[in-house]
């Protein structure tokens, strides 16, 4: 298949515009639609439909971002390698915003892979969340943002996506009557909201449209809090799958799934357009891509 058709899904996937991947991959519109139609046929699917909100994704478009992400990231190794950047002799921080979910779930898997590697990078972990990341990346000297479906993306930036996550329930065993937790002990117990303003969620909707509301003991901004409570009351937390596990895997907390249609997501790697060329930022994408690269 033509590279650039690859490059103009990727752009395509990342902006949700026509306009903006036109920009980005500095070709007209008209080439760019022309790209998408042979992609369609190539693919046997529609792959982006346009919204009020902007191109919006197929389910087969979201199923092959990923790998598409991974070759043009091997293509674009294989061919602008710099062998000025060596992650064993280096001793290069690099500087990651991410929320202290994915922190506790990312940070052991980097710094485990440096260790077995023996490499002589090192990391600095800062918090940002998917509201707040262009915040995080106005720092000079940050690399990249990891969050879940970043809002207000502009072409400044360039993103990947790592995986997607569901949500899940944590909370310490002979919570509830059942296990897992049963729909009606679910609207029941009491619970722990956590998000970053400490306000109301989408999990306070899920209740209202069932005809409930939801029983908040108390709502915290971030999880070390909302842990220490779970691990000392009987209370449940509605998080996401992947740190629901970390969580569970370290700590005396059952984990089980949500009795309740929850939404899925994807988290993405976002980084300023301006650095991509550098060799240590392309090789720090790389790192993260293949630790991450089992959890698609």
């Not at 710099?82 to 980097?110: C, G, I, K, W």
């Not at 899940?168 to 509830?176: I, K």
């Not at 005809?211 to 915290?220: E, I, N, P, Q």
């Amino acid at each position: 298949m033509d590279l650039n058709l690859l490059l103009t899904f990727h752009c395509l996937m990342t902006e949700r515009s026509a306009t903006r991947a036109s920009a980005v991959l500095h070709v007209t519109q008209g080439a760019v639609s022309s790209a998408l139609r042979r992609l369609r046929e190539q693919f046997g699917d529609e792959l982006f439909v346009r919204t009020s909100a902007g191109m919006q994704p197929t389910r087969k478009a979201l199923e092959v971002a990923p790998m598409i992400a991974e070759a043009l990231s091997t293509v674009s190794a294989l061919l602008g390698s710099d062998t000025s950047f060596s992650p064993q002799e280096s001793h290069y921080v690099f500087n990651l915003a991410m929320s202290d979910d994915l922190e506790a779930f990312l940070a052991p898997r980097l710094v485990g892979a440096v260790s077995r590697e023996r490499l002589g990078i090192r990391f600095a972990f800062h918090q940002t969340n998917s509201s707040l990341w262009k915040n995080a990346l106005q720092d000079p000297a940050m690399d990249l943002v990891i969050c879940s479906e970043p809002k207000d993306f502009s072409t400044q930036y360039s993103s990947q996506v790592l995986f997607s996550s569901s949500y899940a329930c944590l909370h310490r065993p002979g919570t509830s009557g059942s296990e897992p937790l049963a729909l009606d002990d679910y609207f029941a117990a009491e619970h722990v909201r956590i998000c970053f303003d400490g306000r109301r969620g989408f999990i306070d909707d899920l209740f209202e449209a069932a005809g409930h509301t939801r029983k908040v003991t108390a709502s915290f901004t971030h999880f070390a809090g909302a842990l220490t409570t779970l691990l000392s009351t009987d209370v449940v937390a509605t998080i996401p799958t992947f740190a629901a596990r970390s969580f569970a895997e370290h700590m005396p907390l059952t984990i089980c799934p949500v009795p309740l249609a929850v939404p899925s997501f994807r988290c993405f790697m976002v980084w300023d357009i301006a650095k991509q060329d550098k060799p240590q930022h392309e090789w720090i994408r790389g790192f993260i891509s293949q630790v991450t690269r089992a959890l698609k």
